[in-house]
């Protein structure tokens, strides 16, 4: 019988629809502070409080933004779409995360499993990998780094979009210390000539340092 390689995975699967609103958003009117709660409302968002200053979109995916929601219509900004998220086995530190995680998997849609092989976590990312190829085409490129606590080790893959770029990959929830670790789609800036790293690692490196908040 396969090891597992997590002691639980919350995940909730991409669709086209959470895409294309994730994409939508640096395209936004520019929001003043005081006018977040009334378009959230429009947009069917409700305030979550898994991820600091975090909003539950009407896909039931977790979003956040690298400055809240006074990013939303700011080209500059970056936004991190959560579908998945996971308590690996060789996390470190002693706390017993298992009630957060519980919580997650009780959020309206989300699955839930406990003990999930490798293979169960490597198919939650490809499909999201699937999920987003058929809404923009073949990635250009992915990397895998190594350096995280996640034993599934799934690559990043990007995707370029007008002038941003579109990551399928992990991040640190750093609510329990960077103890689980998130499976993202984000949308940072990438300007026009900016090319790409070369080598795998130093790729793995660019794309975690623009999309890790």
């Known amino acids: 019988m396969p090891e597992p390689a997590l002691k639980s995975m919350a995940w909730l699967p991409l669709t086209p629809a ?3 609103e994730l994409l939508s958003l640096p395209c936004m009117e520019p929001i003043p502070k005081d006018g977040l709660n009334e378009v959230a409302k429009q947009l069917g968002w409700k305030s979550s409080d898994l991820v600091d200053c975090a909003e539950r ?18 080209p500059e900004s970056t ?3 959560t579908f998945a998220n996971t ?12 009630d957060l995680m ?19 976590g490597e198919a939650v990312f490809a499909e999201a990998v699937s999920v987003v190829t058929a ?3 073949p990635p250009l490129r992915t990397a895998r780094d190594g350096d995280h606590c996640l034993a599934t080790d799934p690559p990043y893959t990007i995707w370029r979009w007008n ?5 399928v ?15 993202v789609l984000a949308l940072h800036p990438w300007p026009d000539g900016e090319e790409l790293p070369k080598e795998e690692a130093d790729l793995a490196r660019w794309i975690r340092d623009r999309i890790e908040l």
């Open 18 to 20: 959470a895409i294309q």
């Open 169 to 183: 990959g992990h991040a640190p929830d750093n609510g329990p210390y960077g103890n689980l670790t998130m499976g």
């Open 102 to 120: 519980q919580e997650w998997g009780e959020q309206p849609d989300w699955l839930f499993a406990t003990a999930p092989t490798t293979a169960q």
């Open 135 to 137: 809404e923009l085409g």
């Open 87 to 98: 308590y690996p086995e060789n996390a470190d530190g002693s706390d017993d995360w298992a």
């Open 79 to 81: 936004f991190v779409l």
């Open 57 to 74: 979109t009407r896909s039931g995916h977790v979003l956040w933004a690298s400055n809240y929601f006074a990013s939303m219509g700011d």
């Open 163 to 167: 002038n941003h770029g579109l990551v």
